[in-house]
């Protein structure tokens, strides 16, 4: 079957770092997704990966194993506005996007 | 670029009534819409997916006739919802793909359902 696991909640403070990993098991595979959802918002795209490795923008990186199934978002000089679920989308062979359920990040002062 | 608007933003109706729900790419021609269900403090489930002009695919478990799905042109579907019940209040959001370097989806900004 098709999953996709992260974790449910995480906390961190204000200027900090924090990574949030993913494992996927899609069936096929056409990139790695990372969005971040605001509560009562839709959700807005941070990131691709296809190829493993790190890719950076700004202070967020997404990193990738495809080996491992596999994939981290890393968040940097966290802010308190980065307080938000963020959804890890594993592309299946369909082209079609497997969600993972978000983690929910709180940022502390 | 890559704008997705939805309207209605909210909607409240009664039981028994039919709920209209735009989803429009404002800046590109959407080759694919999907549509999606979130309840509270859960992922997106994914209901349909449509193509302008055919019809649509929908997921396991959803009630094609309860949802009805037009996708009548590259900028435009609709998402109606018949005979609403309560326990269809939920989060509705769309999204569309065009011809970009990958895949990705860009979202509307959801419409929020209550079924009273």
């Known amino acids: 079957g098709q999953n996709i696991d992260q974790p449910t909640e995480m906390t961190a403070t204000e200027g900090a770092i924090v990574q949030i990993n993913c494992t996927y098991q899609t069936s096929g595979f056409n990139g790695l997704f990372w969005y971040q959802q605001h509560a009562g918002e839709a959700p807005t795209f941070l990131s691709y990966?296809?190829l493993d490795g790190l890719e950076e923008k700004g202070r967020f990186s997404s990193f990738l194993s495809r080996s491992k199934g596999y994939s981290y978002l890393l968040l940097k000089e966290l802010q308190m506005k980065d307080s938000a679920s963020y959804l890890c989308?594993?592309?299946?062979?369909?082209?079609?996007?497997?969600w993972g359920a978000g983690t929910k990040l709180i940022i502390k002062p | 670029g890559a704008v997705v608007s939805q309207h209605p933003s909210r909607v409240i109706c009664k039981s028994g009534t039919s709920v209209k729900i735009e989803c429009r790419s404002l800046?590109?021609?959407?080759?694919?819409m999907f549509w999606y269900r979130q309840f509270p403090k859960q992922s997106l489930m994914l209901m349909a997916t449509s193509n302008e002009g055919s019809k649509a695919t929908y997921e396991q478990g959803v009630e094609k006739d309860k949802f009805l799905i037009n996708h009548a042109s590259l900028t435009l579907s609709t998402l109606t919802v018949t005979s609403a019940h309560p326990e269809d209040s939920s989060f509705y959001i769309c999204?569309?793909?065009?011809?970009?370097?990958?895949?990705?989806?860009?979202f509307g900004p959801g419409t929020r359902l209550t079924v009273l």
């Open positions: 800046d590109f021609q959407a080759t694919t």
């Open positions: 990966n296809v």
């Open positions: 989308a594993s592309m299946d062979s369909n082209y079609q996007l497997i």
């Open positions: 999204s569309a793909t065009g011809l970009f370097d990958y895949n990705e989806q860009f």
